[in-house]
């Protein structure tokens, strides 16, 4: 474990040195890798720097038991070891935690996409509920969220909302969130107080570059239409609003949100690029099989993953079996203990993989 330490620490001095270095500040792509790969690395850094200083202090306990003579100097050494050796264990752990490989894509932005299911127009509600709580938790991060498209369901909410979300590890965060997420609720549009259960889908891509999908611009069909809803005076008056249609594969994106027809079409190829990406990405997994399958399931959007009862106020992950019963503050944006429980759920099971 040393050794991978100190491979990552000279790593570190590399990249430090890099990034300053005026070519490479002049050449951003290559800045922004780097940047990323350095507060990475710093992390690790961080955490074995304290690492080697609990080993020195344990080093330095060990030599005073073994020449001091003095009852109580060797009682304080004793119980220093005592408590060094918890600290040694402890940060061990979190250092076994940051060197199991991660997933190549948690530094990246993301393509969020929410969708009505079944429930009629209390599914839409539903959804733009769903819409709110993320928009409220990355109001908290500090992330950047970017309308591209949403279709208005006609009792509220949305038929279907696509945004993209930039920030720092946006998809290491919010990669679970993929799935159906299901309401058990009396809607507002219910008139004798029954419960009704509805749902709505979850899809988070995460954002590709040109790099890492190659798309010809020859298999890509492009309409253009005028824009619907919300928008000024542009509505309905200029061919702004963007279709694209890639005819391999047969997936569609549209994006209206901009009153500028280049800025549309950039927005919807980047959704389409996150999609070819997704398409591609799950091919692999199933040539891998059960080899990839996780308890917390495959990010699939048709797995049925979280319940929110309103009735009870409970709100359930049935991948880990984890329930709060604080349905408010989640939907209020509050929903760090579901992603740290299923953080330390993929964690658990790497780490049993990697021990195998």
């Given at each position: 474990m040393v050794d991978k330490l100190e491979a990552i620490k000279v790593r570190f001095d590399e990249v430090s040195e890099a990034i300053l270095d005026p070519n490479i500040m002049s050449d951003m792509k290559r800045y922004t890798?780097?940047?990323?790969?350095?507060?990475?690395?710093?992390?690790?850094?961080?955490?074995?720097?304290?690492?080697?200083?609990?080993?020195?202090?344990?080093?330095?306990?060990?030599?005073?038991l073994?020449?001091?003579?003095?009852?109580?100097?060797?009682?304080?050494?004793?119980?220093?070891?005592?408590?060094?050796?918890?600290?040694?264990?402890?940060?061990?752990?979190?250092?076994?935690?940051?060197?199991?490989?991660?997933?190549?894509?948690?530094?990246?932005?993301?393509?969020?996409?929410i969708r009505g299911g079944t429930g009629g127009d209390e599914a839409s509600i539903f959804a733009g509920d769903i819409f709110r709580m993320y928009q409220r938790y990355c109001d908290r991060m500090g992330w950047k969220m970017e309308?591209?498209?949403?279709?208005?369901g006609?009792?509220?909410?949305?038929?279907e909302i696509i945004c993209a979300v930039s920030g720092d590890d946006v998809y290491g965060k919010?990669?679970?969130?993929?799935?159906?997420?299901?309401?058990?609720?009396?809607?507002?549009?219910?008139?004798?107080?029954?419960?009704?259960?509805?749902?709505?889908?979850?899809?988070v891509l995460p954002e590709v570059e040109e790099v890492d999908v190659q798309l010809n611009m020859n298999d890509i069909r492009k309409d253009t239409f005028c824009s619907s809803g919300p928008?000024?005076?542009?509505?309905?008056?200029?061919?702004?609003a963007i279709r694209l249609t890639h005819i391999p594969s047969g997936t569609v994106v549209q994006c209206q949100d901009e009153k500028s027809q280049i800025k549309n079409f950039e927005k919807a190829l980047k959704v389409l690029r996150s999609r070819i990406y997704e398409i591609e990405l799950k091919k692999q997994q199933d040539e891998l099989g059960a080899q990839r399958n996780s308890m917390i399931g495959s990010g699939d959007r048709s797995?049925?993953?979280r319940t929110y009862n309103y009735p009870q106020s409970r709100v359930t992950d049935h991948r880990i079996g984890y329930t709060v019963?604080?349905?408010?503050?989640?939907?209020?944006?509050?929903?760090?203990?579901?992603?740290?429980?299923?953080?330390?759920?993929?964690?658990?099971?790497?780490?049993?993989q990697e021990a195998s």
């Open positions: 890798s780097l940047n990323k790969e350095y507060k990475e690395l710093n992390k690790i850094v961080e955490v074995y720097n304290k690492y080697k200083n609990i080993l020195a202090n344990i080093d330095s306990s060990k030599k005073v073994s020449v001091e003579k003095d009852p109580d100097f060797r009682e304080m050494a004793k119980e220093e070891l005592e408590s060094l050796a918890l600290q040694k264990d402890e940060i061990e752990l979190v250092i076994k935690e940051l060197l199991i490989p991660k997933d190549p894509n948690d530094s990246k932005n993301i393509i969020l996409e309308l591209i498209d949403a279709t208005e006609t009792s509220g909410g949305y038929k919010l990669k679970f969130e993929s799935g159906v997420h299901r309401v058990q609720r009396v809607p507002a549009t219910e008139t004798q107080g029954r419960i009704h259960t509805s749902a709505a889908s979850v899809a928008g000024g005076q542009s509505v309905n008056t200029t061919y702004s797995d049925k993953i019963h604080n349905l408010p503050g989640v939907m209020d944006g509050n929903i760090d203990d579901f992603i740290e429980e299923l953080r330390l759920a993929e964690n658990a099971q790497r780490l049993t």
